[in-house]
């Protein structure tokens, strides 16, 4: 399975979250731990649905850049 994930960078860390899973978010110092951590939340939160009998959802978000001009 391939889940989307959202990668947002602030002024001093990095956070990361998955629309397909409420909930799944993290936050790290650089994008790079971020991703790890990520990926890591994301095997403990499917791992704690087929723990509790729940289906496993399907990824269905996916993030698309789109390139536009900032002036006018």
């Known amino acids: 399975m391939r889940y989307a ?18 909930g ?3 936050i790290a110092d ?4 971020a991703l790890a951590l990520i990926k890591d939340a994301i095997d403990l939160y ?3 649905l087929k ?5 496993v959802p399907d990824p ?3 993030a698309i850049e789109i390139e536009v001009s900032a002036s006018k």
């Not at 994930?5 to 409420?22: F, M, N, R, S």
């Not at 650089?30 to 731990?33: L, P, V």
């Open 46 to 48: 499917l791992a704690d």
């Open 51 to 55: 723990a509790k009998g729940m289906a």
């Open 60 to 62: 269905t978000s996916r």
């Open 5 to 22: 994930v959202i990668v947002e960078k602030g002024a001093e860390c990095c956070g990361a979250y998955v629309p397909d899973l409420p």
């Open 24 to 26: 799944c978010a993290v």
């Open 30 to 33: 650089t994008e790079e731990q």
